[in-house]
């Protein structure tokens, strides 16, 4: 009678045990994270803190979930892109590798090198030609100045960057901006009323290539004064550009020979109402 007894017993409580794994796996697989585990298996161990990984929103077909498709991928830098909204220019970002998991064109979002990981899954690169301004924000000392007065951004902005001003606005930091259509990864550079605002970058020797991009709301806007952009090294004027919030919304200031040190870029406007401006671009390795 207790054989009897022991056994029942421990068939239901193996009954128990097969019911309790079922539960988590059942609910495991009822989440989005089913469609991307395949390519997490894969882009996990290959990935480093300093790749960007890069998740089809259709991924998750009935119901969005961006969070059930970043869960897998743990601590790696994750963003999920709805392929009709703006797409990244990844060669605006400061990351020099990509994962790409699902049927987004990876050449369209700046990528080379492109090569499968897994099904529909790709990793590519970009050819950083120096140091992303966007990358060193961390290095770059911002301040304003005013009749000669300098005064250092102090403070910290809720975006993670330096204020400038007590405007919400008037800070220097990185950011992704909408511009022409694609997301755009720059250091946000708004010109302050009365001000001149200064960057302070360091560099390494040779050619910085750097440039000054409108917002897309800016680019929708009537015609606004130039914002002047000067970029000088030692007190020597070495590049300047009027930027205008017309066609396309850039302007380019190419310096062919910085020296090692610092490369003051300084940014003034006559008007500085809705100047939806941000810098970025590429110096040197320091």
């Known amino acids: 009678m207790s054989r009897v007894i022991m056994l029942k017993t421990a068939t239901t409580l193996l009954v128990l045990v097969a019911a309790a794994a079922a539960v988590p796996g059942a609910l495991w697989w009822s989440t989005t994270e089913r469609h991307v585990h395949h390519a997490a298996a894969a882009v996990v161990p290959q990935a480093t803190a300093n790749d960007l990984v890069i998740l089809d929103a259709r991924l998750s077909p009935n119901t969005p979930n961006p969070a059930g498709l970043m869960r897998p991928f743990g601590a790696l830098a994750t963003v999920v892109l709805e392929p009709n909204g703006p797409l990244p220019d990844l060669t605006t970002f400061p990351q020099a590798r990509a994962f790409v998991v699902g049927d987004l064109d990876a050449a369209t979002l700046g990528l080379t090198n492109i090569q499968p990981v897994a099904p529909h899954t790709v990793v590519g690169t970009v050819a950083h030609q120096g140091a992303p301004v966007v990358a060193m924000v961390e290095r770059i000392m911002a301040s304003v100045e005013k009749d000669g007065v300098v005064r250092p951004c102090t403070g910290r902005h809720p975006s993670g960057g330096v204020r400038c001003g007590n405007q919400g606005w008037q800070y220097v930091g990185a950011v992704v901006v909408p511009a022409r259509n694609r997301n755009v990864a720059c250091v946000w550079t708004h010109p ?74 300084s940014i003034s406007t006559a008007d500085a109402a809705r100047q939806l401006v941000c810098l970025g671009g590429e110096v040197p390795t320091p």
């Open 192 to 265: 302050i009323h009365q001000h001149v605002l200064h960057l302070d970058i360091p560099t390494g020797a040779g050619e910085a290539r750097l440039w000054m991009q409108f917002a897309d709301e800016a680019l929708r806007d009537a015609p606004h004064p130039p914002v002047d952009v000067v970029v000088t090294q030692q007190g020597a004027t070495l590049a300047n550009a009027a930027c205008l919030n017309q066609q396309e919304g850039r302007c380019v200031l190419t310096v062919p020979a910085a020296q090692a040190g610092v490369l003051r870029v």
